[in-house]
């Protein structure tokens, strides 16, 4: 059977565009104060969660690319979510029109290599499609794990800044075959 496009597959992993059944999972996982504590510390509620849903499937209609909905292949379970968007952030330096890669995983998944499998999966699938594009990322300075596979990924950092109140790390991953600059 052949996927779409926009469906990944790994080893372990099955990654797909948000649909509405995904929803309940996603604001559970929005709202676990203990997965927000690099954003802001606190959980989001359904209604933030669900205005971040609403932009991760706008995103697939509007700029060909957007989130996915990350689960286990095995059983099925949800395992979080990972990226690319636009969030046209409110921050300097601006970090352009250029897609920003994110991920953001369950605590029970953590320490499994999920994370790591589902961004390389999805780098693979934007280097293949974002045409000479870098990426970027926004990383709070105290998501050590997040910053450390940022950077296995091939993510650099070109600035520090400060993103509702909490400082993070802007880093960037050229497109394949140029070099950072």
Same mark, same amino acid.
């Given at each position: 059977?052949?996927?779409?496009?926009?469906?990944?597959?790994?080893?372990?992993?099955?990654?797909?565009?948000?649909?509405? %059944?995904?929803?309940?999972?996603?604001? /559970?996982?929005?709202?676990?104060?203990?997965?927000?504590?690099? !954003?802001?510390?606190?959980?989001?509620?359904?209604? /933030?969660?669900?205005?971040?849903?609403?932009?991760?499937?706008?995103? +697939? &209609?509007?700029?060909?690319? @957007?989130?996915?909905?990350?689960?286990?292949?095995?059983?099925?379970?949800?395992?979080?979510?990972?990226?690319?968007?636009?969030?046209?952030?409110?921050?300097?330096?601006?970090?352009?029109? $250029?897609?920003? /890669?994110?991920?953001?995983? &369950?605590?029970?998944?953590?320490?499994?290599?999920?994370?790591?499998? &589902?961004? %390389? /999966?999805?780098?693979? +699938? @934007?280097?293949?499609?974002?045409?000479?594009?870098?990426?970027?990322?926004?990383?709070?300075? @105290?998501?050590?794990?997040?910053?450390?596979?940022?950077?296995? !990924?091939?993510?650099?950092?070109? %600035?520090?800044?400060?993103?509702? @109140? $909490?400082?993070?790390?802007?880093?960037?991953?050229? &497109?394949?075959?140029?070099?950072?600059?």
């Amino acid at each position: 059977m052949t996927l779409p496009d926009n469906v990944l597959q790994t080893a372990r992993l099955t990654l797909t565009p948000p649909v509405l %059944a995904d929803f309940e999972e996603s604001a /559970a996982l929005w709202g676990d104060p203990v997965v927000m504590r690099h !954003m802001g510390g606190e959980g989001l509620t359904r209604t /933030a969660s669900w205005a971040g849903f609403l932009r991760s499937v706008g995103s +697939w &209609a509007l700029l060909g690319y @957007g989130g996915w909905v990350v689960r286990e292949r095995a059983s099925g379970r949800f395992v979080g979510e990972a990226g690319f968007t636009d969030f046209k952030r409110d921050i300097t330096p601006a970090l352009g029109d $250029d897609p920003e /890669a994110g991920w953001v995983l &369950a605590p029970w998944s953590h320490g499994q290599g999920f994370a790591a499998e &589902a961004v %390389a /999966a999805m780098l693979a +699938w @934007g280097d293949a499609r974002f045409d000479g594009a870098r990426t970027v990322c926004m990383i709070n300075l @105290g998501n050590a794990p997040s910053l450390r596979l940022a950077s296995r !990924m091939g993510y650099t950092e070109f %600035a520090r800044s400060t993103f509702r @109140g $909490d400082e993070v790390v802007l880093l960037q991953r050229p &497109a394949p075959g140029r070099q950072s600059g």
